[in-house]
């Protein structure tokens, strides 16, 4: 989080592709540093802190860079499309990675499973090699900073930049929110409302996540085929309802099936929202300060979000599972409406 912002302002001076391709072997050593070290019997705690620090770091870089640069590769009409298949091969990921890393450390060891993700990096970073040579601002030189801006002076623009769009503004305030409200009891409540409704059966906590992937999958599969939004504003902010629709019903006392469906409609309305959102992103936000004003969107949505886990954390322990995920998806509602207060909210076609 710290270094987003300085991430953004590089990702605005400099080639977007070699960002995300430098990003990608600076991960990829700095795996594989924990691999021999684990390799070799020697890895210790402040080792895994310490890369945890180094990728986070470099991470900033790569997740502005490849905001900014899909939109430099990909026709206007197929940004909805591209965000949409961003979007499905991280949930397949995270549908796979978890099985995979399983089958790895029960095979070879906690030092392999280190080492195929060290490889994946370096995976990356050969699928993103073509591009370098491919025509476009993404692969090519950026236009030069004049020698008199300061980084300063390029943050000082990215935040002028938002504030003169309301629907930004308005959205990575709300999103601040409801990434507490809705992120939250998602993360923290969901494993202790299995344990005290299911007697702790680890398999319905894995449905119940499995869910939310296949509900990701359907709403990026079934939203992410168009070529144009209509009632844009409307559409983002039932979005976040649906979202907060889906995470009240769990807390509620359903039978099984209805929780699976409410996890499902969780995951499609947040999908959705995230096409919606990063195509918005990318059309209305100038080219040469889109880098900028993404890690201002990725800083302020989840700037708050290491506090309001520890909030929730402390309001389970207070009132229980069931009342935080129904106290949290009505919370999430509400956030829905007062952004949709917002006139220019409600007129964004």
Same mark, same amino acid.
């Given at each position: 989080?710290?270094?987003?912002?300085?991430?953004?302002?590089?990702?605005?001076?400099?080639?977007?592709?070699?960002?995300?391709?430098?990003?990608?072997?600076?991960?990829?050593?700095?795996?594989?540093?924990?691999?021999?070290?684990?390799?070799?019997?020697?890895?210790?705690?402040?080792?895994?802190?310490?890369?945890?620090?180094?990728?986070?770091?470099?991470?900033?870089?790569?997740?502005?860079?490849?905001?900014?640069?899909?939109?430099?590769?990909?026709?206007?009409?197929?940004?909805?499309?591209?965000?949409?298949?961003?979007?499905?091969?991280?949930?397949?990921?995270?549908?796979?990675?978890?099985?995979?890393?399983?089958?790895?450390?029960?095979?070879?060891?906690?030092?392999?499973?280190?080492?195929?993700?060290?490889?994946?990096?370096?995976?990356?970073?050969?699928?993103?090699?073509?591009?370098?040579?491919?025509?476009?601002?993404?692969?090519?030189?950026?236009?030069?900073?004049?020698?008199?801006?300061?980084?300063?002076?390029?943050?000082?623009?990215?935040?002028?930049?938002?504030?003169?769009?309301?629907?930004?503004?308005?959205?990575?305030?709300?999103?601040?929110?409801?990434?507490?409200?809705?992120?939250?009891?998602?993360?923290?409540?969901?494993?202790?409302?299995?344990?005290?409704?299911?007697?702790?059966?680890?398999?319905?906590?894995?449905?119940?996540?499995?869910?939310?992937?296949?509900?990701?999958?359907?709403?990026?599969?079934?939203?992410?085929?168009?070529?144009?939004?209509?009632?844009?504003?409307?559409?983002?902010?039932?979005?976040? @309802?649906?979202?907060?629709? $889906? *995470? #009240?019903?769990? +807390? &509620?006392?359903?039978?099984? /099936?209805?929780?699976?469906?409410?996890? %499902?409609?969780?995951?499609?309305?947040?999908?959705?929202?995230?096409?919606?959102?990063?195509?918005?992103?990318?059309?209305?936000?100038?080219?040469?300060?889109?880098?900028?004003?993404?890690?201002?969107? @990725?800083?302020?949505?989840? $700037? *708050? #979000?290491?506090? +309001? &886990?520890?909030?929730?954390? /402390?309001?389970?322990?207070?009132?229980? %599972?069931?009342?935080?995920?129904?106290?949290?998806?009505?919370?999430?509602?509400?956030?829905?409406?007062?952004?949709?207060?917002?006139?220019?909210?409600?007129?964004?076609?």
């Amino acid at each position: 989080l710290l270094f987003l912002l300085a991430g953004g302002v590089a990702v605005d001076r400099l080639p977007r592709v070699r960002i995300m391709l430098a990003s990608d072997l600076a991960r990829g050593l700095c795996v594989t540093g924990v691999a021999g070290l684990a390799y070799a019997g020697r890895l210790e705690v402040w080792h895994v802190l310490a890369a945890s620090l180094i990728f986070g770091l470099v991470d900033a870089f790569f997740q502005p860079a490849y905001i900014a640069a899909v939109p430099d590769l990909t026709p206007v009409d197929l940004l909805p499309s591209a965000n949409a298949l961003t979007s499905l091969s991280g949930q397949a990921g995270r549908i796979v990675g978890p099985l995979a890393a399983a089958s790895l450390v029960a095979v070879g060891g906690t030092p392999a499973a280190f080492a195929v993700n060290a490889a994946s990096f370096f995976a990356s970073a050969l699928c993103l090699a073509p591009l370098l040579r491919a025509p476009g601002p993404a692969a090519g030189p950026a236009p030069e900073a004049p020698a008199q801006r300061s980084v300063r002076a390029d943050l000082r623009a990215g935040f002028a930049t938002v504030r003169a769009i309301p629907i930004l503004w308005v959205t990575i305030l709300v999103a601040a929110l409801f990434n507490i409200t809705l992120a939250g009891p998602y993360q923290i409540a969901l494993p202790y409302l299995v344990d005290d409704r299911f007697a702790g059966q680890v398999q319905m906590l894995g449905w119940l996540y499995a869910a939310f992937a296949v509900g990701y999958v359907l709403g990026g599969v079934w939203y992410g085929r168009r070529t144009t939004f209509r009632w844009r504003g409307w559409t983002l902010y039932a979005t976040i @309802a649906a979202a907060g629709l $889906g *995470l #009240l019903v769990i +807390g &509620l006392p359903v039978p099984p /099936l209805v929780l699976l469906l409410a996890a %499902a409609l969780n995951g499609a309305a947040l999908e959705i929202f995230g096409v919606i959102w990063t195509t918005s992103l990318q059309t209305m936000v100038p080219a040469d300060q889109l880098g900028r004003v993404a890690s201002i969107d @990725a800083l302020g949505s989840f $700037g *708050l #979000l290491p506090v +309001g &886990l520890g909030l929730v954390g /402390l309001a389970v322990e207070a009132l229980g %599972a069931p009342a935080i995920l129904v106290l949290g998806g009505a919370l999430t509602m509400g956030l829905a409406g007062l952004g949709l207060l917002h006139p220019q909210v409600r007129g964004l076609d």
